[in-house]
């Protein structure tokens, strides 16, 4: 089966940097991919998703990054923000399965 | 926006107890789904359901049971509450024909089993 995972479980940053999330996946046949943000309390939520027939999508401060060939896909957040403190989820669908399969999460701690 | 929302943020039960966990969506999504997630295990699928009366097991079901009588609302039971179910319970809809694209989750159900 699809097995998702993050390749820090923490990431600090100074306050206007831009941060990069990483994410790997195991299954070639997955298609789909997607990022959550769950801040302290809070359920998950959707920050920006892309297709396997894509490399790149841009959101707002956001963009994620996908290399089919190494199976990881990344997600840039620019101009880090004392608000972007959150756990931040990948997961990804494997293709005929319908599911999505998550990571466990990278926890972002922003720096004033 | 996306509405959904779980009844109660904490619950305290004691073990053997019957647990209802309550999931209304206001935007007439097909699927509906319940998750559990815990410290280092991410999340994990229990039970999703795709249409009224309609369910299919996830990952995890042992323990759990559902039910789906109106579209909008989404149940999880747990027949006899046990120290191993305390845990943050999400459910989460997705639009008809995207059982595995964007959810939209609620705030999470934090239940706690003595």
């Known amino acids: 089966g699809e097995s998702v995972g993050l390749h820090l479980p923490t990431l600090s940053v100074q306050e206007g940097d831009n941060s990069i999330i990483n994410c790997a996946y195991s299954?070639?046949?997955?298609?789909?991919f997607i990022w959550y943000k769950q801040e302290s309390g809070k359920g998950p939520q959707f920050i920006i998703d892309i297709r396997s027939n894509m490399d790149k999508r841009q959101g707002q401060r956001v963009t994620v990054l996908l290399n089919k060939t190494v199976k990881h896909l990344s997600l840039q957040i620019a101009a880090t923000q004392p608000g972007d403190s959150a756990v931040y989820f990948c997961?990804?669908?494997?293709?005929?399965?319908?599911?999505?399969?998550f990571g466990k999460g990278t926890l972002l701690t922003v720096n004033p | 926006d996306v509405k959904v929302t779980q009844s109660s943020r904490y619950l305290v039960k004691r073990t053997g107890e019957k647990v209802f966990l309550e999931c209304v969506q206001d935007m007439d999504h097909e699927n509906m789904f319940w998750y559990r997630q815990d410290p280092g295990l991410g999340l994990r699928l229990i039970y999703f359901?795709?249409?009224?009366?309609?369910?299919e097991k996830g990952d995890i079901p042992e323990g759990y049971s559902v039910s789906r009588e109106k579209k909008e609302r989404f149940s999880l039971i747990l027949e006899s509450a046990s120290t191993n179910q305390t845990s943050m319970y999400l459910c989460?809809?997705?639009?008809?024909?995207?059982?595995?694209?964007?959810?939209?989750f609620g705030s999470g159900t934090q239940l706690s089993v003595l």
């Open positions: 989460a809809s997705s639009l008809t024909g995207s059982l595995g694209e964007k959810l939209f």
């Open positions: 997961a990804a669908r494997g293709g005929s399965n319908y599911k999505l399969t």
């Open positions: 359901s795709y249409d009224v009366k309609m369910k």
């Open positions: 299954n070639s046949a997955s298609d789909y």
